[in-house]
């Protein structure tokens, strides 16, 4: 295990460390549980661009549930990425389950956000035997039909908003750096108006988060590479759709899709359109709320899932 970052004082619960997998040193948050029987594990995956740090306010909450573990992605936050890793959805989709295997989680409840939305639906179609649970929050799922693409309509630039608006964050992230001080103050205001109502009003604590993750290069790790090499992938998933809707179709874990009305990357039509043809999956969109429920309004999204989550058993 690496050493528990300074950064997580206000988090006492939360431990910033590493696992092995396939010989990898991957970053992890994880939570021992705080449950005695009938523990549930929760595995987390981000959003493109992200990292486990976008789950730090909701793990303490879901180790009521089972032990948790909030992964990066290779090429993100702080796990290095190789000169073979593809860095692509397929290629984070057999990762998770390497980690899987590799914390010994026979089965387990998914989490993802965004681009780890798309991951955990991917999942959880190929590998119904694993995953107890499933939980979208923003999933970047693409529309039902490419025809979409063809018409410079505000439909299709809602839609295609998800992959352009991500990597112009991302990109704006890494830059922040070398900008000067009102610039790089500009671009966290734009980013962080992405997943905060009231930007002014974040944590001071989660803002060095943030900053530690995003703001600072780790060796290794080739955020550039990772991001436009994923971008990629989203945009070939979302121009032939079809694959990604048959796994939307053959999920069998019970399902929880959160989003917010003022989310700019994932539109609310597009997850109402996802429940329509799940009718089965249960959905709240909830007002006001944007990309990142689970960084933007953390009490909704326990309470949400805990209700949830006794449902379903």
């Known amino acids: 295990m690496l050493e528990v970052?300074?950064?997580?004082?206000?988090?006492?619960?939360?431990?910033?460390?590493?696992?092995?997998?396939?010989?990898?040193?991957?970053?992890?948050?994880?939570?021992?549980?705080?449950?005695?029987?009938?523990?549930?594990?929760?595995?987390?995956?981000?959003?493109?661009?992200?990292?486990?740090?976008t789950w730090v306010e909701v793990i303490a909450g879901l180790a009521a549930h089972g032990p948790v573990v909030a992964?990066?992605?290779?090429?993100?936050?702080?796990?290095?990425?190789?000169d073979d890793d593809p860095l692509t959805i397929d290629g984070y989709v057999a990762f998770v389950v390497e980690v899987a295997d590799t914390l010994g989680w026979d089965t387990f409840a998914l989490h993802g956000n965004s681009m780890?939305?798309?991951?955990g639906t991917l999942v959880a179609a190929a590998h119904p035997d694993r995953v107890d649970q499933l939980v979208l929050v923003s999933p970047a799922l693409p529309p039902r039909s490419p025809v979409g693409f063809l018409a410079p309509s505000?439909?299709?630039?809602?839609?295609?908003?998800?992959?352009?608006?991500?990597?112009?964050?991302?990109?704006?992230l890494g830059a922040v750096g070398l900008a000067g001080p009102d610039l790089a103050?500009?671009?966290?205001?734009?980013?962080?108006?992405?997943?905060?109502?009231?930007?002014?009003?974040?944590?001071?604590?989660?803002l060095d988060?943030?900053?530690?993750?995003?703001?600072?290069?780790?060796?290794?790790?080739?955020r550039r590479r990772a991001l436009l090499s994923a971008t990629r992938s989203i945009a070939g998933l979302w121009v032939d759709p079809r694959r990604v809707w048959a796994a939307v179709r053959a999920v069998d874990a019970p399902t929880l899709m959160l989003g917010g009305s003022q989310d700019a990357l994932v539109p609310a039509r597009v997850l109402r359109s996802v429940l329509a043809a799940r009718p089965d999956w249960e959905g709240h969109v909830l007002d006001d709320r944007r990309h990142a429920l689970m960084m933007e309004d953390p009490e909704s999204y326990l309470r949400l899932y805990d209700a949830w989550s006794s449902r379903t058993g």
């Open 5 to 53: 970052s300074d950064q997580l004082e206000s988090w006492p619960s939360v431990t910033d460390g590493s696992i092995e997998v396939g010989g990898r040193r991957v970053r992890v948050l994880r939570a021992a549980s705080r449950r005695t029987t009938g523990e549930v594990p929760q595995l987390l995956v981000h959003g493109l661009a992200g990292s486990s740090v």
């Open 71 to 82: 992964v990066d992605l290779p090429g993100f936050g702080r796990t290095p990425n190789t």
């Open 116 to 119: 780890g939305g798309l991951i």
């Open 154 to 172: 505000r439909a299709t630039i809602g839609t295609m908003s998800p992959i352009a608006l991500s990597s112009v964050t991302a990109l704006s």
């Open 185 to 206: 103050r500009r671009r966290r205001r734009s980013m962080l108006k992405l997943i905060y109502g009231d930007p002014e009003g974040v944590d001071r604590a989660m």
């Open 209 to 222: 988060l943030l900053a530690a993750d995003f703001g600072r290069e780790v060796e290794g790790v080739d």
